[in-house]
């Protein structure tokens, strides 16, 4: 499969009151049909990441095409997150069809390799970008861009003046 049927998500961990779950299903149900997608990939963590991982589950119950992929940064990610959100964590990657986890310890660069591991191998970005630009989040949108990837934006902020 090539990178012209994957996407992956990026977006902040906090989502605001311009989130739309229905808007996120929607634009992974239209790339499903219209681009033939069938893999998406997630980065696992906390929110923007974890409402992309239940959206696409949502599609694989009437679509058995799909794959539902997560590239992890590192060993114990959810190692200082809440209990609740620990076992959101689990059960969602006891779903995934494919876990890419480097057997390294939490670094200061392990989340940036991780999202741009994920832009490498897929065309689509979907992200949900509210204008902090000293961000992961921002990062990763540059990156998609000067890749020539498709970034398609779900939060307030209008991508076009993104350098």
Not at 59 to 66: G, P
Not at 96 to 105: H, R, V
Request: glycine residues 6%.
């Amino acid at each position: 499969m090539t990178i012209e049927n994957r996407c992956c998500f990026t977006g902040h961990r906090t989502l605001e009151g311009d989130f739309d779950r229905a808007l996120l299903c929607s634009t992974i149900e239209e790339l499903y049909n219209k681009k033939q997608v069938r893999t998406f990939i997630c980065g696992g963590a906390v929110g923007f990441d974890m409402e992309c991982a239940y959206a696409v589950l949502g599609l694989k119950r009437r679509h058995d095409d799909i794959k539902l992929c997560f590239f992890l940064p590192c060993l114990g990610q959810d190692s200082r997150w809440s209990m609740q959100d620990r076992r959101k964590y689990k059960q969602l990657l006891e779903m995934a069809d494919f876990i890419d986890c480097p057997q390294i310890p939490y670094s200061s660069t392990v989340m940036k390799t991780r999202n741009y591991k994920m832009v490498d191998a897929c065309q689509y970005v979907i992200s949900y970008f509210n204008g902090r630009f000293i961000s992961g989040t921002a990062q990763t949108i540059r990156y998609a861009k000067r890749k020539g990837r498709e970034v398609i934006n779900l939060g307030t902020y209008d991508l076009s003046e993104f350098r």
